[in-house]
């Protein structure tokens, strides 16, 4: 049996820039969080 990776038919490229843009978005938006949750911690202390 042949990996996922490996599949004669892979996803269309729409969806591969989709899956793509939605991974950066979540990295933007978890280095955000950490970034706001940082500047609050130090403005406390």
């Known amino acids: 049996m042949e990996p996922a990776a490996f599949r004669r038919n892979p996803s269309p490229l729409w969806r591969r820039l989709l899956w793509f843009a939605a991974i ?22």
């Not at 969080?33 to 406390?44: D, H, M, N, P, Y």
């Open 24 to 45: 950066w978005a979540a990295s933007i938006v978890a280095l955000g969080i950490v970034s706001f949750g940082l500047r609050a911690w130090l403005k406390a202390g």
